[in-house]
């Protein structure tokens, strides 16, 4: 156990050579798991299996609801372990059908060519915004079945807040600052777990901006349909990431979603993409 609640719930058991066992805790209380909380968890099996190498991209696509009450079982394809690059798929099972896989890529720490295109978006600092400001809370269920709210693992100050109570249309796109509430260390492999499991965090929202809803919106079906994130260059997530967010498309009743993540000093960290159900009946 370590002193931090997410890294403690991103832990996984070793049950045989390629196989490890997760637990996950539902998001609100119900038996649904937080698909950030699954790709953490697939990520770190990936990584138990690889030495040496650092995780540059992840694609994930979301099968099925996970059940909160259902140990997850993760079994580890080594797909390749060439001179640069290693290459793992994960599969994330529970009650013998798959919630999740996960296709992730290891590469040699090594120096190259470098250059970034544009800077930082401006933005306020997030010591000038309040707490979870266009968050809602989060209700939990404690064992003896009273709700209570608990803070979540991610610290959030969002720049442009949406009015969750009465949504609002507004433009796609947003800026959040993030970072983790508890001190994960330097650990580059727990860095990656832990914006593993931030990047999907009120992400899919962005989508829902233009049309006035929210995920509690009667009659409006949303679920994450697969992910992706592309880590860039090392990063403090004990520190403030600034992630700018938009959405370009919805169509088909799916809704594309893309961010970029920049560090305080204006570098471009990592890149997460994703795409999701946006289904309306009203």
Same mark, same amino acid.
């Given at each position: #156990?370590?002193?931090?609640p997410?890294?403690?719930?991103?832990?996984?058991?070793?049950?045989?050579?390629?196989?490890?066992?997760?637990?996950?805790?539902?998001?609100?209380? *119900? /038996?649904?798991? %937080?698909? *950030?909380?699954?790709?953490?968890?697939?990520?770190?099996?990936?990584?138990?299996?690889?030495?040496?190498?650092?995780?540059?991209?992840?694609?994930?696509?979301?099968? !099925?609801?996970? @059940?909160?009450?259902?140990?997850?079982?993760?079994?580890? +394809?080594?797909?390749? +372990?060439g001179?640069? %690059?290693?290459? !793992?798929?994960?599969?994330?099972i529970?009650?013998? &059908? &798959?919630?999740?896989?996960?296709?992730?890529s290891f590469?040699?720490?090594?120096?190259?060519?470098?250059?970034?295109?544009?800077?930082?978006?401006?933005?306020?600092?997030?010591?000038?915004?309040?707490?979870?400001?266009?968050a809602?809370?989060?209700?939990?269920?404690?064992?003896?079945?009273?709700s209570?709210?608990?803070?979540?693992?991610?610290?959030?100050?969002?720049?442009?807040?949406?009015?969750?109570?009465?949504? &609002?249309?507004?433009?796609? $796109?947003?800026?959040?600052?993030?970072?983790?509430?508890?001190?994960?260390?330097? @650990?580059?492999?727990?860095?990656?777990?832990?914006?593993?499991?931030?990047? @999907? #965090?009120?992400?899919?929202? /962005?989508?829902?901006?233009?049309?006035?809803? %929210?995920?509690?919106?009667?009659?409006?079906?949303?679920?994450?349909?697969?992910?992706?994130? =592309?880590?860039?260059?090392?990063?403090?997530?004990?520190? =403030?990431?600034? %992630?700018?967010? +938009?959405?370009?498309?919805?169509?088909?009743? !799916? *809704?594309?979603?893309?961010?970029?993540? =920049?560090?305080r000093?204006?570098?471009?960290?990592?890149?997460? $993409?994703?795409?999701?159900?946006?289904?309306?009946?009203?």
């Open positions: #156990m370590s002193n931090n997410l890294l403690d719930s991103l832990a996984l058991e070793r049950i045989d050579r390629n196989f490890y066992r997760g637990h996950a805790p539902s998001e609100f209380g *119900g /038996t649904r798991i %937080f698909g *950030g909380h699954i790709i953490g968890q697939a990520l770190n099996a990936a990584y138990a299996t690889v030495e040496g190498r650092v995780c540059h991209s992840l694609h994930a696509y979301f099968v !099925r609801p996970g @059940d909160a009450r259902v140990p997850i079982l993760y079994d580890v +394809d080594r797909a390749r +372990d001179t640069s %690059f290693t290459t !793992r798929r994960v599969a994330a529970q009650e013998g &059908q &798959q919630i999740l896989n996960l296709a992730a590469q040699i720490v090594e120096n190259g060519l470098e250059h970034q295109a544009g800077t930082m978006p401006d933005a306020p600092p997030p010591e000038s915004l309040p707490e979870d400001n266009g809602p809370p989060r209700r939990m269920v404690d064992e003896h079945g009273d209570i709210i608990r803070q979540r693992p991610i610290e959030m100050r969002h720049v442009h807040p949406q009015d969750f109570e009465r949504p &609002q249309k507004m433009a796609p $796109a947003k800026a959040v600052w993030m970072r983790m509430r508890e001190p994960i260390g330097s @650990d580059i492999r727990l860095q990656h777990a832990a914006l593993g499991f931030a990047s @999907d #965090m009120n992400l899919f929202e /962005t989508a829902m901006r233009p049309h006035g809803m %929210f995920w509690s919106t009667p009659g409006l079906q949303s679920a994450s349909l697969d992910h992706a994130v =592309w880590f860039h260059q090392p990063f403090d997530f004990n520190e =403030w990431l600034l %992630f700018i967010e +938009d959405s370009p498309i919805a169509h088909s009743a !799916r *809704g594309f979603v893309r961010a970029s993540v =920049w560090s000093d204006g570098r471009l960290v990592a890149s997460v $993409a994703q795409e999701g159900l946006l289904r309306y009946r009203g």
